[in-house]
């Protein structure tokens, strides 16, 4: 007879490419996954890791079994979850995924009191600046700042982050501020890796205008880059939640280019065709006061 604890591992282990990192998430040891499997695998009669040094891959009969034990254990935490929810609970486990910098700036004090208001409430926070896929690398919901353009997921926007194109006074005195986007291009730039080459995005109604700059430092971290910035070495086009405090110290200056950059939020998003968790909804009315309106970093 099948094991639940077999199926629920096996879509941890086909889900995170490889035992390490599911042993990691399910908080358990890499023996008790190997067990887990090696159990399923007999009680099945079938093969589904195909398990080499530095691969592990499914087998055809892995492939097959993958999307009805994705479903089972779908349902089953469903089923928790309605009976938790028809008792008035918020209860059991929840795993997000939000940026670096926003998790450390914002979103940690933010869950701080959410978690203290409902301590029966697991919560697995991964923070990772990669646009993940929440339906298959497991997450619950994803929280992201940028345009809401992702058709697989339902967003809910949790409030607006406009960006400013900011550089240090000293910068400034040296190079002098540019008016317009054509003055701009000839700066020296500090981009975000994860945007690739349209990092400095600007709309005017319908039309939208990248410049590419003088990329003079490249960087995946907003905290390096609002440092960088501070710094003198370039121009930087960063999202309010970032560069507010030193806009308000006065380490860093606006920049007015005479057209404002690409509307972004910030949003959480659960995937298309999963109901939402009542945990999940919760948390999301949480952050969003915890925010505020406008954002408490804007005031």
């Known amino acids: 007879m099948m094991k639940l604890e077999g199926i629920v591992t096996f879509v941890q282990v086909a889900e995170s490419g490889s035992l390490s990192e599911a042993a990691r998430r399910m908080r358990i040891s890499r023996s008790v996954v190997s067990e887990r499997l090696a159990e399923l695998e007999r009680s099945l009669g079938a093969t589904l890791l195909q398990r080499s040094t530095r691969k592990l891959s499914l087998t055809e009969d892995g492939s097959a079994f993958l999307e009805r034990a994705r479903r089972i254990v779908c349902e089953v935490r469903q089923a928790q979850t309605d009976l938790a929810e028809r008792r008035g609970e918020l209860t059991g486990p929840l795993r997000i995924s939000a940026p670096v910098t926003f998790g450390r700036m914002h979103l940690g004090p933010a869950l701080y009191g959410f978690l203290d208001q409902y301590p029966d409430i697991q919560l697995t926070l991964d923070l990772n600046d990669r646009r993940v896929d929440a339906t298959s690398d497991g997450f619950d919901a994803i929280i992201r700042n940028g345009p809401i353009v992702d058709s697989f997921l339902v967003a809910w926007q949790l409030a607006p982050s406009p960006r400013y194109l900011v550089a240090s006074p000293a910068y400034l005195k040296r190079n002098g501020a540019p008016k317009n986007l054509q003055e701009l291009a000839e700066h020296r730039g500090i981009f975000y890796t994860n945007r690739g080459t349209a990092d400095w995005r ?81 948390l999301a009315a949480w952050l969003k006061d915890a925010i505020g309106d406008p954002p408490y970093w804007d005031s």
């Open 202 to 282: 600007f709309v005017d109604g319908d039309q939208a205008y990248v410049v590419q700059g003088d990329r003079g430092l490249v960087l995946n971290n907003g905290d390096m880059m609002c440092d960088a910035a501070i710094a003198g070495l370039g121009i930087a086009l960063l999202p309010a939640f970032i560069a507010g405090q030193a806009l308000k110290e006065g380490k860093l200056q606006k920049i007015d280019v005479g057209i404002h950059a690409e509307p972004e939020f910030i949003y959480i998003g659960h995937p298309h065709g999963r109901k939402p968790s009542a945990k999940l909804r919760a």
